[in-house]
Each structure stands twice: as structure tokens, then as C-alpha cells.
């Protein structure tokens, strides 16, 4: 067998090969995912590079697929990263294993994902959230792995922490009846807010502590601020077990655009295709900007658009569909007058 100094030495014969390429299954993934996901490059380029490796299945023993803590402000897009990779993967964005932690503050809450122990009332009554059924439900033969979202997870009692800690070190537990759950087949994520306010009041135009300027220096203010408050809300031995921390910017006003157009186009298609009122709408660009005063700001970034496009464009073509005023096959046009949306149809 040649020596590494033999191998220096004779580079003759040898093909330099490319770790950086992807595989065909990557670039259809990827460029699916990522017209999905606006504004965080470098997430989305973590997340692929998982992908990457558990294309070929390197899988350990006795160890989770992978582990990701994503942290930003709200509405930059870390949930609707996985939920649109779950759409992708899986077929339906709602094909992940998704713990709302704002539901386990408690610590008798956390139970619920184990189960209750024997002999604690309730116990044979409920199903635990963690099953091997639940891990199973949503995989497919083309993509035979589990996808756990735990969103906002500094909401949980601190004990989630504790729990998950064999989770992320063994890839198994045992739930409140003793049976053994595998989770070596799924890749875990977990978002969460904390230090976000901090950071966007020494990035905004206002307030009281000195502003950053220039968006690389916000951006590097912002991962430094994030990840100190990271260590000093999350137990270290919870943060070893993480394999990948992700800082998720704050989104600018092109990508704000951006996720306004993808959003519209859902609806588009979403009226277009109407089983009994089919309309095509059309948008003009002060439309366009009323919706994103309405729908997106600074502190909360694209969290609010899809609940502003319910109320200010949906709601409104919904009355004019049961009231008659419009017939399938219309073109509404929607207009900005002032401060409100007005609907026209040629």
C-alpha cells in the first residue's frame, strides 16, 4: 500500500475528483426547496448538505439522521423552511412529526410526548406523541426517513431538554409502557426566537442602543448576539448533542417581496383552479406594496402575510362569489386606493 508521502509525490494517474458536485436526486431537491425558501442561503446550503449525506444512507449506529437548531427573528422563515422540505420530500407540507412547544411549558405537559408512567392517572388512556407508528406515517419508499420539527422550542419546560438528551445521543427511549421507539431514521429541527428582539433593536433605525450599520456587520451582530443568547438559555449538554446551529437573517424588503409573490401565486392558483367560481386575478404593483406595508415589518418579517392576504384579498373575493358579483371565468383586477384594496373585473 502507497504512503501518503508516495501518494503526494505521484500524482500522476489520479483523478481530481469534486466533493462540492451534487447528485442529480440533490439538484432536483434543491432547486424545488429553494424557490421555496427566500432570503437564508446559508440554511438552506446546511440543510442540503444533510440531504447530501443521507442520499447514501451513512447512517451510524445507534444515531439520529441529523439535528439542526435554527435560530432567528420570527417570520424569516425557519419553520416554512422544513414544512416546504416536508412538501417536497413527502409530498404534503404537513407530512413531519411537528411538536408545538408553546404546548409544553409545563413539565407535567412534557409527558404527553412519552406517555404517562405506570401507575399516573391516565396512563393506559393516552397515546403517547412518540410512537414507532407516528415515526412511520409520513415516509415513503423514495424517502423512507421521519422529519421532527420542534417550533420554538425555548417555550418547553426546561425538562424537554432532559428528555431529549438520549433522543440525540442514543436515537431511542422508552415510552410511559416501556416500549422501545427507534428515531435512527429521522432528522430533528428545532426552532426557536431567542435573542431576536435584542438583535433587531441594535439593527433598526430606532431606539436606544447604538445601530449597526452596514448589513454584513448586522448579519455578524446578529449571529453573535443569537448564539450568546443561545448559550445562556439552552443546557450545554443539550447544545453538544446538536449537530448543526443555523443563524437565520432577518429578511430585507426584496425578499419580503419576493415571498409576497410566491404567496399571491398560491392564491392565483388557488381561485383559478376553483371547482365552481374559477377567476384569474391580477395584481398591480401599488396592490403589491399595500400588501407588504400591511402584511410584513421589520420585527416580524413575512409572519403576518398569509393572514393579511386571508382577510384583505380572499375574505373580500369570497363575498363577491356569494353575492353573485362575480362569474366564473372573470379577470379581477385589484387595485390600491389609499389605504384599501379595490376589486374591478373586466
Not at 439538484?27 to 438552506?44: C, I, L, M, S
Not at 422508552?174 to 429541527?189: K, M, P, Q, T, Y
Not at 406594496?289 to 403576518?304: I, K, R, T
Amino acid at each position: 500500500m502507497p504512503t501518503s508521502a508516495g501518494l503526494q509525490r505521484e500524482t500522476k494517474g489520479w483523478v481530481t475528483l469534486r466533493p462540492s458536485a451534487r447528485s442529480s436526486w440533490l439538484e432536483h431537491v434543491a432547486r424545488r426547496w429553494t424557490a421555496k425558501v427566500v432570503g437564508q442561503p446559508q440554511a438552506t446550503d446546511a440543510i442540503l448538505r444533510l440531504l447530501q449525506r443521507i442520499e447514501v444512507q451513512a447512517r451510524q449506529l445507534r444515531r439520529i439522521m441529523g439535528s439542526m437548531l435554527m435560530l432567528g427573528p420570527p417570520g424569516c422563515g425557519k419553520t416554512h423552511s422544513v414544512e416546504a422540505l416536508a412538501e417536497v420530500l413527502l409530498g404534503s407540507p404537513n407530512a413531519l412529526l411537528k411538536i408545538n412547544c408553546a404546548e409544553y411549558q409545563q413539565q407535567h405537559e412534557i409527558a404527553r410526548l412519552v406517555g404517562a408512567p405506570p401507575g399516573y392517572i391516565g396512563h393506559a388512556d393516552t397515546e403517547p406523541v412518540f410512537t414507532r407508528e407516528n415515526l412511520e406515517r409520513y415516509r415513503t419508499p423514495e424517502f423512507p426517513f421521519t422529519l421532527i420539527l420542534f417550533d420554538e422550542i425555548e417555550k418547553a419546560h426546561h425538562s424537554l431538554y432532559s428528555l431529549l438528551l438520549g433522543v440525540l445521543d442514543r436515537a431511542e427511549l422508552n415510552d410511559g409502557r416501556n416500549r422501545h421507539v427507534d428515531f435512527s431514521a429521522c432528522l430533528f429541527f428545532f426552532t426557536s426566537n431567542i435573542g431576536s428582539k435584542d438583535t433587531l433593536r441594535a439593527t433598526a433605525a430606532s431606539g436606544f442602543v447604538p445601530q449597526v450599520e452596514g448589513e454584513d456587520s448586522k448579519a455578524r451582530h446578529f449571529r453573535t448576539v443569537s448564539l450568546r443568547a443561545m448559550r445562556r438559555h439552552f443546557p450545554p449538554e443539550f447544545l453538544r448533542r446538536i449537530e448543526n446551529t443555523i443563524i437565520y437573517q432577518p429578511l430585507r424588503p426584496a425578499h419580503l417581496r419576493s415571498i409576497l409573490d410566491l404567496e399571491l401565486d398560491k392564491v392565483m392558483q388557488g381561485f383559478f383552479h376553483h371547482p365552481s367560481i374559477p377567476l384569474e386575478l391580477e395584481f398591480t404593483s401599488g396592490a403589491k406594496s399595500l400588501l407588504l406595508q400591511h402584511g410584513c415589518d421589520l420585527e416580524y418579517g413575512a409572519a403576518n402575510l398569509q393572514q393579511t392576504l386571508a382577510c384583505e384579498v380572499q375574505d373580500p373575493l369570497y363575498r363577491l362569489m356569494a353575492t353573485g358579483q362575480v362569474r366564473a371565468g372573470d379577470t379581477i383586477g385589484v387595485f390600491a386606493k389609499a389605504s384599501e384594496l379595490v376589486f374591478r373585473k373586466s
